[in-house]
Structures are given as C-alpha cells and as structure tokens.
C-alpha cells in the first residue's frame, strides 16, 4: 500500500546555517548523515522526529557554495510542516526572537498557516494540523513537546499540466481529491498529508541548484509495493523509472507528467539500521559502493557545530573556502590550492595524510575554463593570461589578509601548498606581492610569468616536487633557478610518475616539514592516497 510522504529533499548552500535553522530554530532532531549515493563528496542531512520515522523526514543534499537554483514548474515550491494549531501563537512569537521574517498566520484550506524562508530562501509553512501528530515527538531541543514540529504536513507542486499531475498521484501514490482553492487543488493521502498541485501555466520553468527542493518522495509499505508501482508506470509508457537502495529504504524513482522528481521509498529498514536510537544522527556514514575512503570523506564534506557547540564563523572574502578542523589539532594551519578542474577540497584527503593534526584551509580558484574553477586564465597549453595572473594573485593576496584578521591566523606559520595551476598562482604570488608567503609547497609547477619583476626572497623556504615523467616537469629546474636567484631556500624532489598526485608526495612533504618546521609529522599512514581526479591537471 502507498500512503502519504515519506521525505523531502532540498539542496542547501551552508550546512551549518542549514543545521542552525532546521536543528535550531525548528528544533527537529538530526536522525542521520550520509555521504551522498550519487555523489559521495557530497554531504547529506535527515531531520526528523525522535525516531526518523517516516513521514516526519525533511533531507538536505549539500552543495557548500554551489550556484543557486530557481523554483518554477516541473518543482516542488513549498514545504509545509505540521504543528498543533495552538502553537501559531509560540511559533510566532518564536520567530520573531530569532530575528526571522515570517507571514501570517494565514487561513489555507481551513487551517492556520505561518509562512517562513530558511536560509536558502526555501519556502516553509508551520500549519495548524490537529489530526497529525507524531508517534515519536522530539522532545530534545529547547521547544516544549507540546509545540513541537509532529511531521511533514504536505508540499506544493508547481505544474503546467494540472490535472495530468492530479491523475497522476491520484492513480500510483493514493492520493484523493479534497478541495480547491483557486489555481490550487488539495490531494489528501490515506495518512492524512497533503500534496497541493498548483497550476502553474504562465509561470517560469524551474531550475536546479541550492535553495531548490530535489523531490518528494512517497511511503510504501514493503518492497512487493515498490514493484507493484514500478510495474504500473512502465505499463504506462510514461516517464522511466529506476529502483535503488539507499541502505534506509528501498527507492523507486521517476517524474510526474509535470516534471517534478518522484521518489516512493519503503518505510523500512529505517534510521536505525546502523545507529542506536539513542545516538542517531551523531556519526557519518558512507554508501557502501563508494570507493572514497570514510576516513576521505572525514575530511573532505564540510563540517558543521550542532546549535549552542563552538563553531567556525566564516567571513566574506574574495574567495570561497573552507575549514578541516582534525578531532585534536596542533596549531598549524595549511592553506591549499588546487590544480585545474578542484575545488577547495581537491587537496585536503592528501594533506590529511601528510599532517593529520594540522587545520587545513582550502581556497576554491575564481577563474574558470569550461565550466571548472581555475587560478588564471590560460591562453594555450603553455602560455597564460598575464593580466589574469596578476588581478588574481592581488585578490588572492587580499584575500589573506582578509583571513588572517577573521580567523586570527599568523602568518609566519602558515603553509602553502599548491598543485599544478594553484603552484603556479603560489610562484607568481611570491614575485608580485613578496612577503606574503613564507613556507610553501609546489607540486608540479612551472614558471607563468612572462616578466618576474624583482624580489627579494630571503626568509622563504620552499619545496619543489615534480614528476619524472610529467610534460610540465621539464620546467621546474628553471623555477628552481630563478626563486634560488631571488634568495629563497629551495628544496626539491623528483617523484617517478606524471603529473597526478599521489602516495609518492607525501613522506617527501612529510620530511621537508620534519626539517623546515621542527615538528614531527605522525607517520605516513600504510593505505594509498586517493585525491579526486582532477579534470585536466594542467597549469
């Protein structure tokens, strides 16, 4: 049997805003943290009731800084949440503690509605809903379990074909036709939740991105539902369907004649398949085909404070970024740039491996080349923007010092590490705006510069790493020359493969920090290092 919602899923932009809002604010227990299925570098949130049943799930995909999407038709517009109807007044007054603009409350199909934004500008209603409560309310946070957040109440689907999406549910997912308010028809399922399809003919198209809601997907009692439904779409000819397992539950996807994304999943196993009810939510878990390393994916997927725990208040500056803080760290703090085609994540799973106890910044590059961050622009393979490099390496360099006042860095102390284009950035950096960096790392890098003006690099120590059999590797000798004339101490090695990185890389940094710095790195862990491919690796 198909009954009402089982989830919701959104895109955020800032985790920890999201957790603030959703854990905070509304004070929903987080019941589970995933690494993505489909992406595994990409951080997924369930929030819930207190035991993640079904019905009560709101999910969140992860896209830390990623482009904003557009709610129109073929999308789901509004979230709606079901609280008891004399909480309008709490939440209210609630929001407006919480400095929160809020509308209402508001009459919508006889009940009272009050209409917020989380942080995505996402669409949020609190609706007075008497008949839903939870079977396992959440009385965790700092709100009364009397005004609770029970469930999900219901969701908006914007469509310009009404009344084939109407059929549509009415005719694989249980729902029922109750009432219509204008452009609104209101479908009811079996477990009392609401799906609102709105005609939206006229409206723009919907497009995806952060602030944008992924899909709804609907309960099935057990998997033999799962295929009886599958069985009838495909008898359909209509949009196709795929089936997955998501560890949870048992997922059928596919799209409603309007194009919204449909998922219908099985109540079971549930959230507690691999967490005690007790502790739900508190560990990070991985789908068990991705080929990225737990310990990886530690590192790499943004971290976040739960409400009232101390956490990293990110400033604006010129460039994203992002923070690894380790369990136990040591006071260093490493600035990374990545190659063609990374993210400021690219080189953190490497860099773990060298200082497992060291901060690690990550820089994402503004320029692009189709489509993929870069440091500059470049020309041909071997010939560069110089205009680029220089209007990059200045924003760059206000860019720390922009952080070295928000995040009280000293910056005598911090490393640099940069591959390939993010090495090249670092070597033009050191002429263009000397004495900004101190100890740096250079994985296969070359010269850029078509002129290098005069600098005086005494007090700066560097590393060189090149690769034997890289086609850029016959540049680095020149490199080395020219920062030696300007003063710098150069050390440099030459690892037998190509351009990539890899394991080879990092006993070599391990031992140039052993010498440069006085600390002793903890030992090179025995499994192989296993950074994402970049796109193209190229200066």
Partial sequence: MVSGIHHVTAVTRKVQANVDFYAGFLGMRLVKQTAGYEDATQLHLFYGDAAGTPGSLLTFLAWEDGAPGRAGYGQ?????????????????TRAMSFGLRSEGPADEFGEPVLRLKDPDNIILKLAGAKDLASPAAWDGASIPV?????????ATMLTEKPAESRSFLETHFGYRFQANRGTIDRLVSQSGDVIDVRDARGFWSGAPGTGTVDHVAFRAADEKTLLSVR???????????????????????????????VELATDKPGMTVDEEHASLGTKLFAPPETITNLDDL????????????????????????????????????FVLLHGSGGNETTLMPLLNKVAPRATLMGVRGRATEEGFPRWYKRIT??????????????????FIEGAVKSYGLDPKKVVYVGYSNGANLLNSLLYLHPNLVHKAVLLRSMPVLSDYPHADLKGTDLLVISGKTDAYGKYASDLEEKLKSSGATVDSDVIPGGHDLGDADVPIIQKWLLQRMGDDPQPLEQQAVKPARETSGQP
């Fill in 298 to 333: 530690k590192v790499i997927l943004p971290q976040f404070s739960m409400p009232g725990q101390p956490r990293i208040n990110y400033r604006e500056l010129p460039f994203v970024h992002r923070f690894y803080t380790p369990p136990n760290p040591d006071g260093s703090v």
């Fill in 146 to 154: 009397e005004h609770v957040v029970q469930r999900v109440r219901g």
């Fill in 381 to 398: 393979p071997f010939s560069f923007d110089q205009n680029d490099i220089k209007t990059e390496a200045e924003a760059f360099a206000a």
């Fill in 76 to 92: 789901i517009s509004e979230i709606s949440l079901a609280i008891d109807p004399a909480s309008i007044g709490y939440w209210l």
């Fill in 231 to 261: 069985k009838a779409l495909e008898a359909t000819d209509g949009s196709p369907t795929n089936m997955h397992d998501r560890k949870y539950f048992r997922s059928l996807y596919a799209r409603e004649p309007g194009g919204t994304l």
